[in-house]
């Protein structure tokens, strides 16, 4: 049965039974559609809604229906977002890519005429070199962690694993117990678009991960049925499975203390920039990491680039500010 959505381009109050364009059930309705027919995981889904939620928000303050908006508005929009949230040019192209799914969904439901978005151009992404740390520096973190509480032991157990397999947040967040395989050092991890593949860990993360699952995680899931019956491997105080934002916030914690960056996916950036350092080829370094297009693996290279850089001008003062190849005649 066609919705008529004509009270939408009107301003005017919905029908009965009808969403308002800021109703949690269009939202739920477009996430719907992202997953089924635009083929993207539930957590780009997710980030779109709220991407489109702040939009929404943004069009109400300026009394705008989403039916009437045109291009220079939502320019307007996404010039707010890089002047006050300090967006750079990769997160204004994942918004605008966001912003054209939502108006397909508004013109295939009949609420718009056209998509005022699709003439919005993508900004070039800058190459943004990933932050690494070595492994005293990652030790030193880890050593913040109190592993005398069950939830430290835990806690050392998630960062342990996501920095010896090089794990997303999102992929330490969704592994189940009967995930992890201790004999092969094994786990399978269902990574962006619901990839699937087998991450390797070793024996420090395996130590780790056993005193978890033995000790700790009986502990927190006691006198919690839902703590007892989940299958997630990694449980929060209620029992149920730990949160990517409880993940970070407990680590931010931790590096602060340690006098280290804060953000979480570094030890993931430490992992594969090690790999490399150690000899590993590049299409190995691809898998372990889950990466789609080997183009995304291959900005660690320039890590190693600059490490080179940062050494040559280290351990060659005199020859400060020229190139490595200055002075050379062929």
């Not at 939009?55 to 220079?72: D, K, P």
């Not at 006198?223 to 990694?234: K, Y």
């Not at 570094?266 to 990491?289: I, K, N, P, W, Y």
């Amino acid at each position: 049965m066609e919705r008529d959505w004509a009270w939408v381009k009107k301003k005017s109050s919905p029908p009965e039974g009808m969403p308002d364009l800021d109703h949690p059930l269009l939202l739920e309705r477009f996430c719907s559609r992202l997953v089924a027919l635009e083929r993207r995981s539930p957590l780009t889904a997710e980030t779109y809604k709220l991407e489109i939620r702040r939009f929404l928000e943004y069009l109400a303050a300026l009394q705008i229906t989403a039916a009437g908006v045109n291009s220079t508005q939502i320019s307007a929009y996404l010039e707010k977002r890089r002047m006050e949230d300090n967006i750079d040019s990769r997160s204004t192209a994942k918004a605008i890519s966001c912003l054209r799914s939502f108006f397909r969904f508004l013109v295939d439901e009949g609420i718009c005429a056209e998509n005022p978005a699709s003439v919005l151009e993508s900004p070039r992404r800058r190459l943004r070199l990933p932050e690494v740390m070595d492994r005293e520096t990652v030790e030193r973190i880890l050593d913040m962690i109190d592993t005398k509480s069950p939830l430290g032991l835990r806690n050392r157990a998630v960062y342990e694993l996501i920095y010896s397999a090089g794990l997303r947040v999102c992929e330490a967040v969704r592994l189940n117990l009967r995930d992890i395989d201790f004999k092969e050092g094994l786990a399978k991890v269902r990574g962006k678009g619901d990839r699937e593949r087998l991450a390797v860990f070793g024996p420090e993360a395996a130590l780790w991960l056993k005193q978890y699952i033995e000790e700790a995680r009986p502990k927190i899931a006691a006198g919690r049925a839902q703590g007892r019956q989940s299958p997630a491997l990694f449980i929060g105080k209620s029992g149920k499975r730990l949160t990517r934002k409880g993940i970070w916030k407990n680590y931010a914690v931790y590096a602060a203390k340690a006098g280290a960056g804060t953000r979480l996916h570094t030890l993931r950036h430490s992992f594969a920039t090690g790999l490399l350092e150690g000899g590993a080829d590049l299409r190995s370094v691809q898998e372990l990491l889950g990466h789609a297009d080997i183009s995304t693996t291959q900005i660690y290279t320039h890590v190693d680039v600059s490490l080179l850089r940062e050494n040559y001008r280290k351990y060659m003062p005199k020859l400060k500010g020229r190139s490595p190849a200055a002075g050379i005649k062929t």
